[in-house]
């Protein structure tokens, strides 16, 4: 999918405002949840926040945002417990820049195994060229140096 222009809507702050069919598994005051359209595991779930942040690149190492991506996480956990509790392993990360299909930041969610399994070289690591990013990475990458009240 290319890219949204800045004179085009951007297709996940449509889904975040509730204006298509999407179907959503969460909303909150940050964040929305509904099924990838194309999944690639037995569960892909997309998680993205309500306010339009292009990608990762766009993240600071400030406690907004490291709560933010950590609530993003947490909501992927429970959806994926909830929905795949027999599945023995979950995946979550985000594509980064060039990699990434949409300009909106979103968290993919996985309960392995991937459908088909080649599926998988979309979401490995590419070391410095960049490609996927596990959640956790991320956090450690934007963790505030400064302790925070979680
Ligand atoms: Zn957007
Ligand atoms: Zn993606």
Redesign the pocket.
Known sequence: MAAAGSSSPCIFCQIARFSTSTTLLHTDDRVVAFPDVNPSAFRHYLVIPAMHIPTIKDLRRRKEDYQLVRHMLDVGISLLQKDAPESKLFRFG??QPPF???NHL?L?CFALPFTPRWRDIKYISLGPLGGFIEAEKLLERIKPLTPLNL
């Open positions: 985000f594509h990434n299909s949409v979103h993919h």
